[in-house]
């Protein structure tokens, strides 16, 4: 251990503070041994993950149950600390044993794969520890969300707006109902909801468990959720919208927003905006769309159709993490307005913190606008990112992701045992995998409760246990070097 | 840029797969250039960042007004990509007018320093690019969380608990505000807040800014945090408390939880919460301690003491980040319940994710503790920083920054122009720096308004814009090599 060595050493110089038998004036570790780890960490890090990213003979996972995998590891915290040779060890095991999100076989969730750009923003940004909130402590990373935001915007097709990089999607939602909420009536910041009517909000079937989530926790709760029918393509119903709304009304409750859904999880779905958009100005609702996965298509000329009507929301989830590759966790809630809403809705103005007699232009601080205190710096990945591909880099692998979907439905289609769900709109496929002993068998009940008892081995759902119906986000294909082959190991 | 050449010449290979008019079976960029591109910034972040982190003579920040830095960096982003060179002479300029967190001469926040394991830690997660809700795909640091979680709370003193990681004390502090509310009422996660009596939370005048932002975010409002008077050392007075649960119970309102702070942010204040859990115990409400800055004493068998009674809490928010040094963003909260109170209050029970007949024992997926979807392994850098300090470096580390902070308040007692605030008793040193001008003048209203126009100049301040008040947490101190110089360079 270097911090004992280092104490001896300091006791012995002469002009040691000694306070409460603490050295005050010597390192409390040996630099540059932390400097030489840090080295050689990042040496098995070169080697062991980013150098192996995209190779296809690597397992996407040693996989390990919980219990063997406890044995393993030596998770046990002790009073003494371990020598820099243990310790590269054990970061050995922990990459050895954790799944590859980045290899061209991991299919688990909607999101996979290297971006060498984003990943040294995020070295950057580990190293200098900054946290976003106010201009003096995090210059440049408030100047890149400010620009960051600009851009996004105007992808969306609004004049101005506003906007919060924040910890994912679910919070996005989180902050775009509370800030409907706020608009519709600004005293429950300071009164709450208790006494008020029933607050009701608006959202498909097929949308994002965190609707639940963000109901139940913003005090709302989940039964003033009303969850709108969808087409068999999973889109949100708009004459079922418009009833519904109508049923609140006449309940004697408070609608006072639609959370539209651009790219469903399961099926990659889109609402229909403009005719969402249509009702919410009929009724004066708030739109949010939750575009944290379809929102990237808007880079997309070829594709940013599928969110025809964006630009009429009031506020949208975009997460860059997901099909752009930024890395865990890039989200943005953006704004339509700019009139300082997302401001006054999330302000407690901490004199300590957010002084209004800086010797800057305090309107950079970001603090009043977050539900955060200390908060990463998560646009700057993106924007690297952006710097290094240019915008029709990010255009080419929206694209890329859309082909491939396009292709593993074609494949899906030539092969004996496999049937599609529906020709995907996006980049989530999905189909069932119909094991040899249920080819013959007819459809109806039976079938359908043998197929979910008898799962499908091979690697496509290595992870998804007996889920028989499987999303196969094209995107997860994005850095295969060959013909995917996925669908070969599963059959 | 790469891409483009990778497109050229893939199109050249007989067996390219065209969809879309985009080659599916090629790589999206060229590995081998994204490698080399990694190890060159990986060399620049080693020499401008880590090698430099504790060198004093460095400065802390190179200062720029908005304005000018914008013009400085090319913020741009564009249709087209830049050269790699380009690239790291952006990542050189990103770290050149970024604030130094690092430097022992960081004072702006309660947090300074730097961890070469953590940060290790660090970049590994971001290379892996795992998200936390699901054993089958981030098994190691689930279980890293788990084991993490479970001896903080063996330092809070509970036989047994439960706990998450999240993003940041504010976050924690409104997990544990929802969850004494499902507590005190379950039907509110269904039904909402609408048409239930006023509920009530308590909380001293000196806790952190988070308790209204949480207060208003979760739809119980701001007026229904009752704010309790503190003592002339910013310490909640029990006998105020309860007056203040009976003034509500009177009103005819619901309390139901007390929010204690352990440590506060600009005085340190512990509040009593022995005393405080009585009063608790007594009106069967929940106890949540924001311990997000004062929770690290528990590792100090000297200093746990100012937490005493903290076992009694039914909650408690803990950052390791702050004085521990783990990196932004470090932060648990951790439940006594442990009948999974935590899981049915944040369930939402998302089908495609959290299947309950999967391969394995699915009480290790945290997705459903959460307000998350992605969720990022936070647990994991404290985890690694703990094995290679072991429990005692941890103790040393707390140890050292209080005894800093009483070093501190002996140098302002000897040294002319400053003034004691009041005697710390942990690491927040609060003083008055009095310029040479105002030292004759009689103390009074034209004295202090006098001291707040004429702020003072030099390093301690530097970040702080015209606060007066200055807190110094010694914590900033802890790597420097030198006899403390703030003060001289402050007078």
Redesign the interface.
């Known amino acids: 251990?270097e911090?004992g060595v280092c104490k001896q050493e300091m006791l012995q110089k002469k002009?040691a503070?000694l306070?409460?038998?603490?050295i005050?004036?010597?390192?409390?570790?040996d630099?540059k041994a932390?400097?030489k780890?840090?080295?050689e960490?990042?040496k098995i890090?070169?080697e062991e993950?980013?150098?192996k990213?995209?190779d296809v003979t690597e397992k996407v996972?040693e996989?390990?149950?919980?219990e063997t995998?406890?044995q393993i590891?030596d998770?046990?915290?002790?009073?003494?600390?371990?020598c820099h040779q243990k310790?590269l060890q054990?970061?050995q095991d922990?990459?050895r044993?954790?799944?590859?999100?980045?290899h061209p076989r991991f299919f688990?969730?909607l999101?996979a794969g290297?971006d060498?750009?984003s990943?040294?923003a995020?070295?950057?940004t580990?190293?200098?520890?900054?946290?976003v909130y106010t201009?003096?402590?995090?210059?440049?990373?408030l100047?890149?969300e400010e620009?960051?935001i600009k851009?996004m915007i105007e992808f969306i097709g609004w004049e101005e707006g506003d906007g919060i990089f924040n910890?994912?999607?679910?919070?996005s939602n989180?902050y775009a109902m509370?800030l409907a909420?706020y608009k519709f009536c600004p005293e429950?910041?300071?009164?709450?909801?208790?006494?008020?009517?029933?607050?009701v909000m608006f959202t498909s079937e097929e949308c994002?468990?965190?609707m639940?989530?963000?109901?139940?926790?913003?005090?709302?709760?989940?039964?003033?959720v009303y969850f709108i029918r969808t087409d068999e393509r999973g889109k949100m119903i708009p004459e079922e919208l418009e009833k519904q709304v109508q049923r609140a009304r006449k309940e004697g409750s408070a609608p006072f927003l639609v959370c539209a859904t651009a790219g469903t999880?399961?099926l990659g779905a889109f609402d229909p905006l403009d005719k969402i958009a249509d009702i919410c100005e009929k009724h004066g609702l708030w739109l949010h769309v939750d575009a944290s996965w379809g929102g990237s298509a808007l880079i997309s000329r070829?594709h940013c159709r599928l969110l025809r009507g964006i630009h009429r929301a009031d506020s949208v989830a975009w997460n860059p993490?997901k099909m752009l590759l930024a890395?865990?966790?890039c989200c943005a809630l953006l704004v339509k307005d700019n009139s300082g809403l997302l401001k006054k809705c999330?302000s407690?103005?901490?004199a300590?913190?957010f002084?209004q007699?800086?010797?800057?232009?305090v309107s950079?601080d970001t603090g009043d606008k977050s539900?955060?205190?200390?908060?990463?710096p998560d646009a700057?990945k993106f924007?690297?990112m952006?710097?290094?591909?240019?915008?029709?880099?990010l255009e080419?692998?929206v694209?890329?992701a859309?082909?491939?979907a396009?292709?593993l439905v074609e494949e899906i289609k030539k092969r004996e045992g496999f049937q599609l769900l529906l020709e995907p709109e996006f980049a989530n496929v999905c189909f069932w995998y119909i094991p040899p002993s249920l080819r013959e068998m007819e459809d109806g009940p039976e079938f359908w409760q043998k197929l979910h008892q008898n799962g499908p081995t091979g690697a496509l759902n290595m992870?998804?246990?007996?889920?028989k119906l499987i999303?196969l986000p094209a995107l997860n294909?994005?850095?295969?070097?060959?013909?995917?082959q996925g669908l070969s190991e599963g059959s």
Chains 1, 2 share one sequence.
């Open positions: 251990m911090v002009n503070v306070v409460d038998g603490v005050l004036n010597g390192p409390i570790m630099s932390g400097e780890f840090v080295e960490a990042c890090i070169m993950v980013v150098q990213a995209d996972c996989w390990q149950a919980p995998l406890k590891l998770l046990e915290m002790r009073d003494t600390g371990e310790l054990l970061c922990v990459i044993y954790s799944v590859k999100t980045s688990n969730q999101y290297i060498y750009y990943l040294v995020r070295f950057i580990e190293a200098l520890n900054p946290s201009y003096e402590v995090s210059p440049v990373f100047l890149v620009a960051v851009k910890p994912g999607g679910s919070v989180m509370n909420r429950i910041k300071e009164k709450g909801l208790s006494g008020l009517p029933r607050l994002h468990y965190s639940k989530k963000a109901a139940s926790f913003l005090g709302i709760g989940t039964e003033n999880t399961v070829k993490h890395g865990i966790q999330y407690a103005e901490a300590y913190l002084q007699d800086k010797f800057y232009d950079y539900i955060q205190c200390s908060r990463r700057f924007w690297l952006w710097k290094a591909l240019g915008t029709t880099g080419e692998r694209n890329r859309l082909a491939l396009r292709y992870f998804s246990g007996s889920v999303c294909l994005l850095l295969s070097y060959e013909k995917p």
